[in-house]
């Protein structure tokens, strides 16, 4: 039996309350010795007859923390007097960045105890909650290393920030209403609005119906009441777009049906928006139009302090920024650019330095990758260069791959204007300082004009890095494996090899080696980016028959555009050739009168996935040609419009849905047969339509084949830089 011994423990171990949670399983046990922080590993040296106990004990963590491994070794020496927690020191910091916690129960119960410390204090943290992330300036992660820098801690503070007993011993966030940041509410023309209590004010400006700017943990969110929701929609510019409610457990229920699972996303230490469906899928349609509906629980002492005050506990809560751009962070730039949507701004001095939108997860998929779950640690071993992945151009982040881990930052946006380019950079020159990272290759996406690839080659230069260019899809197959595999990669767009759009692809092989050996059917997109927008047009590049120009016209479409769109398609003018899954999709919804125009992100999809909740799936005749490697979506399409004449709107939704997922699903069966591979992964955005995903599912088990997903990380765009990252560092031939 051991009696002592330096005990090493690595993994996510800094800022989760690591070092005091030794403290007092150490005191707990009579263990002599200490404890200290290197990075990304926490050292243990320990004496007394109850160390295997203590071994034991420690072993387990604490519920932020993320233990990778736990080493023993021999010990010298005497024990020093009890136990005792030494400074940080540096050690290797790769994988080690905590990410944002909600608040705990504890705190919750400190803020509504009449008479304590914290009651009614908005920021009231401890060592298992609070910011972090978007905190952090360097490592290790110490408050002088924190925003919370400028603010020195109270005597009271102090006692219980040094009293290894207190849920506070090293809590870096620590803070109380003497010593710590505060808030202020503040009219159009930033001027501060004389109250007692700014959150009981917001509380009642809120439910008068103003519409309120609140600088929340990661960035600035714009919130409403419902009744409230048409005018929000309308200062945004968004009357489509389904927003999502910060709410009390029973007001959640009582609008959405809510899992054991759904419920424990819900509540885990991220608060993540999660998606639920509806009771009844037409109520609260002002929020969300959908069957479904964006939920999260109220996540930082400012929400429940606020939620303390309202009558009806739920909230519409909105990343507050400029379509396009990155989420607001600043006081000064929210009152600047947010007088027009917002009445009054409810504003903390505490810097956000790493702005976090809130995730959003639906099932087990991860929607949005950012508050909470990013930055995200992934353990695979791909060699000794140190690789950047600058990510696709729609829903773009970044990944860094260093020692044995690649890690991916929170949501970037969209990169296709400067200002959102800049938070790129500053988000790979922020992370890549925290790992210490020097780069050996950076690998790119493989259309030449996105920004993020002349970012690449410009940051290539100074590194004297190599870079490499991956295609979109095959970094979304490398996202979910490096074993050999039939990759189904189905989203909106992509660049492919053959410079036409891909989007709808099978391929055969392992990373690097990615075959593209099956597609959708190459079908024209007249008017490009127009197609896009106005689904009706793709509908006529998918299928251009008179049957389709006549309901057209019967819509309202004039001679002379029906005529450009002829000729367009036609002669091929003003068109690109796509394979994409999601512009098929839009297709059917313009089709069935579901979605004539997208006014954001994947609406006709969203749409006819929720039109066709109400409908009933039957399997359609599919066509393919070239051997079964070119599923025929013009078939399907035409299949559908025949169908209008004697089904349901729902109906032919839902198998439609049903048909392209069994379309696609036959392709990679025949793939799999072909090349003697018994594994399918599958990658993409189109795979969150919760019939499509569950469908190709199905099909492959009834195969007897194997099946694999993106876990833990986006089915979209948010896999492609670390997809970008595994095969460059899979490409060993490259040097
Ligand atoms: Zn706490
Ligand atoms: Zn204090």
Not at 111 to 129: K, L
Not at 183 to 199: F, S, T, Y
Not at 670 to 681: F, K, L, Q
């Amino acid at each position: 039996m051991r009696l002592k011994g330096q005990i090493c423990i690595r993994g996510i171990v800094q800022g989760v309350g690591f070092r005091p949670f030794v403290y007092a399983q150490a005191v707990n046990r009579g263990i002599q010795g200490t404890v200290r922080n290197l990075g990304s590993e926490v050292l243990i040296e320990a004496w007394g007859d109850r160390f295997e106990k203590f071994l034991r004990a420690v072993s387990v963590g604490t519920p932020l923390s993320e233990i990778d491994s736990v080493e023993v070794r021999d010990l010298t020496g005497h024990p020093p007097e009890g136990f005792s927690i030494l400074r940080s020191g540096n050690g290797s910091l790769s994988g080690f960045i905590p990410a944002d916690a909600a608040i705990c129960d504890d705190c919750i119960r400190d803020i509504f105890t009449a008479g304590g410390r914290y009651e009614n204090y908005w920021a009231t943290s401890c060592v298992n909650c609070g910011p972090r992330y978007s905190i952090i300036a360097t490592l290790p992660y110490d408050r002088e290393r924190t925003t919370m820098d400028k603010f020195p801690m109270c005597p009271e503070c102090r006692t219980e920030f040094t009293d290894p007993l207190s849920r506070r011993h090293h809590a870096q966030t620590i803070a109380c209403a003497t010593c710590g940041p505060s808030l202020a509410l503040l009219d159009r023309e930033g001027r501060v609005l004389g109250c007692d209590d700014p959150i009981k004010e917001t509380a009642h400006l809120l439910e008068e119906g103003a519409v309120l700017a609140i600088r929340g943990i990661g960035g600035f969110h714009l919130s409403a009441t419902e009744d409230s929701a048409a005018l929000l929609k309308r200062r945004l510019g968004r009357s489509e777009q389904p927003l999502a409610v910060m709410a009390g457990e029973e007001e959640i229920r009582e609008v959405a049906v809510v899992s054991d699972e759904d419920w424990k996303r819900l509540q885990s230490p991220a608060h993540p928006i999660v998606v639920l469906e509806k009771r009844d899928p037409g109520s609260h349609s002002a929020i969300s139009n959908l069957h479904t509906i964006g939920c999260m629980l109220p996540y930082s002492g400012l929400h429940h302090l606020l939620f303390s005050h309202l009558k009806k506990r739920m909230l519409i809560m909105t990343s507050a920024n400029m379509p396009g751009y990155p989420m607001i962070t600043e006081t000064a730039d929210a009152i600047s650019h947010l007088r027009d949507r917002a009445d009054y701004f409810l504003v903390h001095d505490r810097e956000i330095l790493n702005r976090c939108d809130d995730s959003v997860i639906r099932d087990s998929q991860v929607i949005r990758l950012s508050r909470g779950l990013a930055p995200r640690r992934a353990e695979i071993d791909l060699g000794s260069r140190c690789i950047l992945g600058t990510g696709p151009e729609l829903n773009a982040n970044i990944s860094i791959y260093k020692d044995g881990f690649c890690i991916t930052s929170p949501h970037v946006g969209n990169v296709r204007n400067p200002p959102t380019l800049a938070y790129l950079r500053e988000t790979a020159e922020k992370i890549g300082g925290l790992m210490g990272a020097e780069y050996d290759i950076i690998a790119h996406d493989l259309h030449p004009r996105f920004l993020s690839t002349r970012y690449a080659h410009a940051l290539a230069e100074e590194y004297g890095a190599e870079t490499l260019a991956v295609q979109h899809h095959r970094a979304h197959i490398a996202s979910v494996t490096t074993e050999p595999c039939i990759g189904i990669a189905i989203d909106g767009v992509g660049y492919g090899d053959d410079g036409t759009i891909w989007g709808g692809e099978i391929f055969a092989g392992a990373v690097p080696d990615l075959e593209r050996v099956a597609h959708l059917e190459t079908v024209r997109m007249p008017g490009g980016d127009l197609a896009t927008r106005f689904p009706e047009r793709m509908l006529y590049g998918i299928l251009p028959e008179e049957r389709i120009t006549n309901l057209l016209s019967s819509r309202g479409w004039t001679e002379t555009e029906l005529g450009v769109l002829e000729r367009q398609v036609e002669r091929g003018f003003n068109v690109a050739d796509t394979s994409s899954t999601g512009r098929v999709l839009d297709a059917a919804s313009a089709l069935l009168g579901i979605c004539r125009e997208r006014t954001y992100d994947g609406e006709p999809a969203m749409k006819l996935e929720s039109v066709a909740s109400g409908g009933r799936a039957t399997p359609w005749d599919l066509r393919f040609e070239e051997e079964g490697r070119v599923f025929l979506t013009s078939a399907l399409i035409k299949e559908a419009m025949q169908r209008m004449e004697k089904e349901t709107i729902p109906d032919i939704a839902a198998s439609f849905q049903y048909n392209l997922a069994r379309g696609i699903a036959v392709m990679a069966g025949d793939a799999a047969a072909e090349h003697g591979i018994n594994t399918i992964a599958l990658s993409g955005g189109v795979a969150y339509n919760r019939i499509i995903r569950e469908t190709i599912l199905s099909e492959v088990q009834a195969r007897g084949l194997g099946y694999t997903e993106n876990k833990g990380m986006p089915l979209g765009d948010g896999c492609i830089s670390s997809g970008q990252c595994i095969y460059a560092g899979r490409r060993g031939d490259f040097f």
